[in-house]
């Protein structure tokens, strides 16, 4: 009878560690899927931070074309007003010169 008490205790022994193993079986395999959907989301933004980065750089680069532009058309605008300052100086001296005509 003892060998009977001996033996059921085993199979319980035996029995409780294999279910903590499958327990801990299903914990890896769910490890695994979780840490495969991070993967798989870390490869998921690293493709949006390339996309953001060129999209960025296009950005950057209309930007610099615009202000190339502004640039190009402020100076257009101070040479224009420097050419009719001058006209209108040249035009402003012929008012008050004496008339040669006129002598």
């Known amino acids: 009878m003892e060998n009977t008490t001996e033996l059921v205790r085993l199979e319980q022994f035996v029995d ?5 193993y499958n327990e801990l079986k299903a914990k890896f395999r769910a ?16 493709d949006t931070i390339a996309e953001l980065r060129g999209e960025r750089s296009m950005v950057g680069d209309r930007v610099a074309g615009l202000i190339d532009r502004i ?5 257009e605008q101070l040479a224009g007003e420097g050419q009719e300052n001058e006209e209108s100086a040249n035009a402003q001296s012929t008012l008050f010169e004496p008339d040669q005509e006129k002598t």
């Open 71 to 75: 640039e190009q058309w402020e100076a």
């Open 16 to 20: 409780k560690l294999l279910n903590q």
């Open 31 to 46: 490890l695994e899927v979780t840490l495969q959907e991070r993967d798989s989301h870390c490869a998921s933004l690293q």
